[in-house]
């Protein structure tokens, strides 16, 4: 990149499994206020554009960005809404800071996946003719991910479930989190079968919750924050929708989209370059898979360099010291979370799940079932 | 914007109540293997593909993933964009945001609704909130009902006027090729039309369409070794409206409000103070035959209640000196995702002079449109032949 | 490819997705006001002094928060009208509001915010005009469920007739 794009700013709501005392507009208003004071930037001067990422079909309303106009400034001004997982949206934010339109930009990413039927929602994703008769969810189409990704690389479900132990264990230092424990690789082995290979602790839980993040362009940054962080390198790529289209034990679009952000940041080996990554894991496997996506090990080893205490809070690369999503971060959101605890990782300011000396780190983000869409962003302090 | 981008192709696809020989990825397709025509291109030179498509009205949660191959996302970089009825608009302004970066050359961008899947009345009535007024929601015929309303009893209006815009945009639409509407109707026709909501007839509002646009933005180099008729992007703005006053349908107010803010911010950035004279060509997105009144006024065409004063006149037609929709606009053709996008690759047929028939007769250099959408939002789009125009 | 004769199959599909929508804090005073008192609350903008109804946190204008409660009057004037002749769906319902029906915008005194409902007067352009005077007829006390179904309709004030023009 010729010209530089920083990220000012990151707020969170605690996530929980249901707010019921407040409605979407009202919870995205949370952590856009308090972004906005802590970086002492107001509206409607200090920002130029609005973007946020959400879906009509889990907010229940059309043309749902409707609903946060008014909170995030969009009134008589610049607001877009993608519907893609939030990571997207800070490629989208960074494209916008780049093109010279805009040089301050406000992205949230909100659900309330407890007002509506999860399954439902994830139905109404497949195909109205082919697939969507089958009664297939995100967690049925993971199985079979879960099952040809293990069938394929020899992966266990207690390689899987390590993946829960650790991030679980994380999230108990991080105040946001809301699912958390000292489990053992057996507790997840029992826990509720749901669709084996996946029992219930191999899947991210229902969350209700938001999150607000304003990138800058380095001028403006510079004036805004003393640590910014910078947009180091973003890329997406799409895969296949059908299923049987896709190598399900493959990570096709992700390795596009990863050799696209690298390519950008100028990373030759993220195994060397990269401090931490923060990967959505909305299923314990897909923490493996996505390892290996983003070139953090070779293919088929992600069970074993887990199970080497590489990606542990002291490891060599802390993979999700945040909880992850298994922690408990809505649909949707997952993916501006995982930017924005990479964000604090960075700052210094992940306060008990700090990682100590990150320089550089990865986030990664995806839509649609088994991952078909993804993105990828690298950052650096 | 940091480079030039212009749009160096484009295709649509003939658009119809009813599309059964096609699903979304085929009919979506038609407009993308149009455009890759147009620009004498192939799929493989596309850098990144952006949807605008709103869910809800095919209820298919995520339509860019089912698409892709009907997009030609598969293996490339890609967004989804949701913004209402101007979300081809805001697909248009994404395009030239990735282009202007510098990181991408080439970029595909695509609108599209296959309404009859859906049910349109109560996806709009949707639009409502769902805890105040989504139960008595009047959809969008209800809100232009009282826009005509309002209009009349402010400026002396009749639905005679109405019935003119209903009659312009049905006859521009006879001679556009692509167009759904194309009715060869009278005002007494217009007048005699089943009654909606009093003052709202059924000619005087929008169909719901099935269809497709699709375009490719390019850089300076790209546009001018690759093109012989670029259509330049000059400036691009939005606004969004808050979320429960509807300002637009109460003519007389005096607050700023969305149509005039965002027109006022465009007409800054191009430098201009009477856009009826700069642009020589308008495609705005009138859902309903009131709103174009409206348009007139909200743009500057003409000074407040005296919208339907242009019409009167005949100064809006294809022929005339403000001509406004020459395409039968979207009260001819609306497949809301690509409505709006629908705008600017009309005006830019317009500005390369290939709108065939609906042609508008005189040099075209300039062009205006606006997008509409969400609970009153626009996206405008200004467009010139040349870089110096 | 298509012909006449071709047959295209099509699938009918109902999409039913289930929802419980979190009024928030501030539409759950409005509406346990509305059902247990009968009152209607709405918001003032500290700064520029907007009344907006429905409540709601932000002033979209002013970007600030509103706090300040203020009761309406049950009683205000029609600003916008139409008489719909569609049977339009109520997707809260799936069921469709029967036509003809009068459908109008009352600015309620003192408020800034216009409020939409169902006007319950016959559906003839001479019964009803811009500026007529109504008021909110509410469910009885007992039938009250909090939400805005509660508010059944305006009806227009007794003793009034259309200005001739």
Known sequence: ????????????????????????????????????????????????????????????????????????????????????????????????????????????????????????????????IYTRMLGFDYTSAAALQARRYMYKYGITREDAARVVVKNLANAKRNPFAWQSGDLTVAD????????????????????????????????????????????????TCYDAHYLGDRDLSGVFALEKAAARAYAMAGIKNPRRSVDLAEVSDDFSYQELLWLEGLGFCDRGEGGRYTASGATALGGKLPVNPSGGVLSGVPANVAGLNRVAEAVLQLRGEAGDRQVRGANIAVAQGHSGFCGQHQCVVVLGN | MKRNVAIIGGGQTYHAARRHDVDEPEMVNEAVRAALKDARMTIDEIDLVILGNMEFFEGTHMTDCWLVHGMGAYGKQGLKITTGGTVGATAVCAAAHHVASGLFDKVLCIGFEKQEEGD?????????????????????????????????????????HS????????????????????????????????????????????????????????????????????????????????????DWRDVKTNRLI???????????????????????????????????????????????????????????????????????????????????????????????????????????????????????????????????? | ?????????????????????????????????????????????????????????????CHVKNERWVELPHEGTLVGFT??????????????????FVYGSVRLDGATSVLDHMVEVEPDMDKVWVGMRCRLVLRPKDERIGDLSDIRYFEPLPGQKKPQS
């Open chain 2, 120 to 160: 349109t009345g109560a996806i709009l009535s949707g639009v409502a909130n769902p805890l105040w007024g989504r139960s008595m929601a009047g959809a969008a015929v209800g809100y232009f009902a009282m826009m005509g309303s309002s209009y009349m009893a402010a400026w002396g209006a009749k639905e005679e």
């Open chain 1, 188 to 235: 997840v082995l029992s826990s509720p079968a749901v669709a084996p290979p996946l029992h219930k602790l191999d899947i991210a839980p229902d969350t209700d919750g938001a999150v607000a993040l304003i990138l800058a362009s380095e001028e403006r940054a510079r004036k805004i924050t003393d640590k910014p962080v910078w947009i180091l390198g973003i890329g």
């Open chain 2, 163 to 246: 019935a003119m815009v209903a009659v312009k945009a049905r006859q521009n639409a006879r001679r556009n090729k692509y167009a759904h509407l194309k009715l060869d109707i009278t005002i007494e026709d217009a007048l005699n039309s089943r009654m909606l909501a009093w003052p709202i007839r059924m000619l005087d509002m929008c169909p719901a369409s099935n269809g497709a646009c699709a375009m490719i933005l390019a850089d300076e180099k790209t546009a001018k070794s690759r093109s012989k008729k670029p259509v330049w992007i000059r400036a691009t703005d939005t606004a969004h409206n808050e979320q429960f006053e509807l």
């Open chain 3, 1 to 61: 490819m298509a012909t006449k004769d071709k047959e295209w199959i099509s699938i009918p599909m109902t999409v039913d997705v289930p929802y419980r929508f979190a009024a928030g804090s501030y539409m759950t005073k409005c509406l346990t006001e509305l059902r247990d008192s009968g009152k209607i609350y709405a918001v003032e903008c500290p700064k520029c002094k907007r009344v907006q109804l429905p409540p709601r946190v932000v002033c979209a204008e």
């Open chain 3, 83 to 100: 008489i719909m002749y569609l049977p339009l769906t109520d997707p809260t319902t799936g069921k469709p509001h029967e036509p003809p």
């Open chain 1, 1 to 128: 990149m010729t010209e530089r794009v920083a990220i000012v700013g990151v707020a969170q709501t605690r996530f929980a499994p249901k707010r019921p005392d407040v409605n979407y507009g009202e919870m995205a208003y949370e952590v856009i206020s308090r972004v906005l004071q802590d970086t002492g930037l107001a509206l409607p001067d200090d920002i130029d554009n609005a973007i946020s990422c959400s879906h009509d079909i889990w907010d229940g309303q059309t043309i749902s960005d409707i609903g946060i106009t008014d909170v995030i400034g969009g009134h008589l001004r610049a607001e877009e809404k993608m519907a893609m997982d939030g990571s997207t949206a800070v490629f989208y934010g960074a494209v916008g800071i780049l093109s010279g339109e805009y040089s301050c930009s406000l992205l949230m990413a909100h659900t309330k996946m407890s007002q509506t039927n999860r399954n439902i929602v994830n139905n109404v994703a497949f195909d109205p």
């Open chain 2, 258 to 389: 969305f149509s005039r803010a965002c027109a006022g911010r465009l007409y800054r950035k191009l430098g201009i103070t009477d856009p009826a004279k700069y642009f020589d060509v308008f495609e705005v997105y009138e859902p309903a035959t009131w709103a174009e009144l409206i348009w007139y006024e909200d743009l500057g065409l003409c000074g407040p209640g005296e919208g339907f004063r242009l019409i009167e006149q005949g100064r809006t037609n294809i022929d005339g000196p403000i001509p406004v929709n020459p395409s039968g606009g979207v009260l001819s053709t609306n497949c809301i995702g690509a409505s709006a996008m629908l705008r600017v690759w009309e005006a830019a047929l317009q500005i390369r002079g290939d709108a065939g028939e609906h042609q508008v007769p005189k040099d075209v250099r300039r062009a205006l449109t606006t997008g509409y959408g969400g609970t009153n939002w626009t996206v405008m789009t200004a467009l010139s032949k040349t870089l110096d125009d």
